[in-house]
């Protein structure tokens, strides 16, 4: 039973530490909540309530939601309809970092990536363009394209460890390459810390990286003042000072859309492909009184110019394009050759300037 279930725990107060954050300054009261269905959504809505920070960017009115939603739970309810009460609730939030974890199911809103074209067809690539003949390091792979005058890699997920010396010899092996495409499409983010280590490899001068605005009070609008932080070029290591073509789809998320914001700042850099999925919030996580665990966006993170990308960011100008259905039925990545031309415009661009 249910109800026998939730009683498992004991009562307990809301945590208040933000994860990954430092102290917050603000206090305010501690509200307790009884450990039955009733007490545990009101324990959820009002931890959202009080830590969630894109209310104003998603125009999601949160006491309507309350309203719309408290009147769905009731005692009679198993566990498994109240889950869905309450999953669906955080759905109203339109975003990829919620989620709601019991030891039985976790909720995960995709309609951030699921109503938009896929865009990205590895076997494709692998098939088509490498026939297979591609190399695989750590998390990466890579190769060679276009006669050997411009380099690939991949890169699936910023969870995966990004080796210096692995860096180094794909560098070293591209040594003679006008230019390199970085494939982050389904990309669905990781550590900041790999987007830092890879972000150095093409950078000549010390750069504005972001900023980011911690959540400090229960109120929607209380918020830090933007901490700006900073990233150095990597001088011990082989660096990548050419043209960088950064192919993006809808499933672009986290981390990987955090690198992206970053690297269209920078000069030889062109955002080739769809608009990213977003997710720029920092996660908080938090506990109600059954157990169930809740996470969600507690810290906004800006890019370099200032900007939230928490609803995504746009390919360069010109540069948005998707998978064409009768390209991929001849073999072709219309996406990666559009990339690729990108490289060869740069130079098209000098000579122009020259003549």
Known sequence: NYISLLLMKNLRYLPLVIAGAAAMA???????????????FDALWTTVDQHYCFFEEKDVDWDSVYREYKPRVNDTMDMFAYFDVCADMLDELRDGHVNLSSSFKTSYYRKWWSDYPQNFDERLIQEH??????????????GLLADSTIGYIRYPSFSYGIGEGTLDLIFYQMRDCLGLVIDIRDNGGGSLTNVETLVSRFIDRRILAGAISHKNGPAHNDFSEPYKFYYEPDYEHVRWLRPVSVLTNRSTFSAAN????IMKTLPMVTIVGAKTGGGSG???????????????????????L?????????????????LDPEAVANGIDNMLETAIEAIYRFYDSDSDTEG
């Open 26 to 40: 603000a206090c305010h009261s501690i509200e307790e909540f009884d450990n039955g269905l009733q007490g545990n």
């Open 129 to 142: 363009y490498f026939n297979f003949e591609y190399s695989q390091a750590g998390g990466l792979t890579y």
């Open 258 to 261: 955090n690198f992206t914001g």
């Open 282 to 304: 920092m996660p908080f996580s938090s506990e109600i009184p059954c157990g169930w665990a809740v996470r969600m966006s507690g810290s906004r993170l800006y890019d370099p």
């Open 306 to 322: 200032g900007h939230e990308t928490e609803s995504g960011i746009e390919p360069t100008e010109g540069y948005a394009v998707d």
